[in-house]
T-cell receptor
């Protein structure tokens, strides 16, 4: 099973709402990632978790709060977002530190977020 | 990380071979060349990875010259379903490394 699942598929929220994006993998991967992708642009890295610990935060605003409750789950908590945060949010996982040179990342289908 | 440059777009017809070239002049000794494919509203999908010479799998071939300053992704006999964005990435030889995506090449295949 090489699947990364993300819920919800679509999310519409107001600027005062609090919502969460969820990502799950059951491949035994120890690294998990959040990327943000605006229309017709390449994905941009937001966060990297390695062994359930945050290892990279690409200067993401605090209105995005990641959480890795266990090795299979990755959440992205959203609060007080702006309309410009509307984008496709992609989760990915890889073997991580034990993966060696060819640590392929497997992406989920993404959550399409619209902030009104 | 080495910056990559690839054509913004390419057009092809079904059944043709498509070659997408990527330049990465500042590639380091510990870097691998990796290609991902992305369909609209889907996450990127790993296609192929190589360090030098030639790598082939069931989907594509990757040609890397000795100086490793460029690479070419070759898609044999493309079909309409190969219409997608193709990203060339230089990836550090270190597990758990984040991917830095360039602008990618939008390949359009027509019948």
């Amino acid at each position: 099973d090489t699947e990364v699942t993300q819920t919800p598929k679509h999310l519409v929220m107001g600027m005062t709402n609090k919502k969460s994006l969820k990502c799950e993998q059951h491949m035994g991967h120890r690294a998990m990632y959040w990327y943000k992708q605006k229309a017709k642009k390449p994905p941009e890295l937001m966060f990297v978790y390695s062994y359930e610990k945050l290892s990279i935060n690409e200067s993401v605003p605090s209105r995005f709060s990641p959480e890795c409750p266990n090795s299979s789950l990755l959440n992205l908590h959203l609060h007080a977002l702006q309309p410009e945060d509307s984008a496709l949010y992609l989760c990915a996982s890889s073997q991580g530190p034990s993966g060696g040179a060819t640590d392929t990342q497997y992406f989920g289908p993404g959550t399409r977020l619209t902030v009104l | 990380l080495a910056k990559t440059t690839q054509p913004i777009s390419m057009d092809s017809y079904e059944g043709q071979e498509v070659n997408i070239t990527c330049s990465h002049n500042n590639i380091a000794t510990n870097d691998y060349i990796t290609w991902y494919q992305q369909f609209p509203s889907q996450g990127p999908r790993f296609i192929i990875q190589g360090y030098k010479t030639k790598v082939t799998n069931e989907v594509a071939s990757l040609f890397i010259p000795a100086d490793r300053k460029s690479s070419t992704l070759s898609l044999p006999r493309v079909s309409l379903s190969d219409t997608a964005v193709y990203y060339c990435l230089v990836v550090l030889n270190q597990a758990g490394t984040a991917l830095i995506f360039g602008k990618g090449t939008t390949l359009s295949v027509s019948s």
